[in-house]
Nanobody
């Protein structure tokens, strides 16, 4: 059974940094289409950053220059380094991955990020 397990959320002050990790288990297949979404309280889930086979790595304008996505294919993990955090970055962060053959999407359980002002 394929699972995505996230770690690394927490509470940080404005301007601080956090690093999120997402590890895929139950498969050795690398999810080329993978990345991160987030959901702030009372808002819809929004895409943050990620890889696609067609376009490579992209970032939402709101995080460009502050967040960095990296991937370790050998460990089948995807990471999100978040710097210069702002209160508006607060939310639950979800990693996702799409199986390259079945096209099924998998989601992590979510990890809370809270940025205090």
């Amino acid at each position: 059974q394929v699972q995505l397990v996230e770690s690394g959320g927490g509470l940080v002050q404005t301007g601080g940094s956090l690093r999120l990790s997402c590890a895929a288990s139950g498969t050795v297949i690398v999810f080329n289409d993978s990345g991160w979404y987030r959901q702030a309280p009372g808002k819809q889930r929004e895409w943050v950053a990620g890889f696609t086979t067609a376009e490579g790595l992209n970032y939402a304008d709101s995080v460009k220059g502050r967040f960095t996505v990296s991937r370790d294919n050998a460990k089948n993990t995807i990471n999100l380094q978040m710097d210069s955090l702002k209160p508006e970055d607060t939310g639950v962060y979800y990693c996702y991955g799409r199986h390259p053959i079945t096209r099924k999407e998998y989601w992590g359980q979510g990890t809370q990020v809270t940025v205090s002002s």
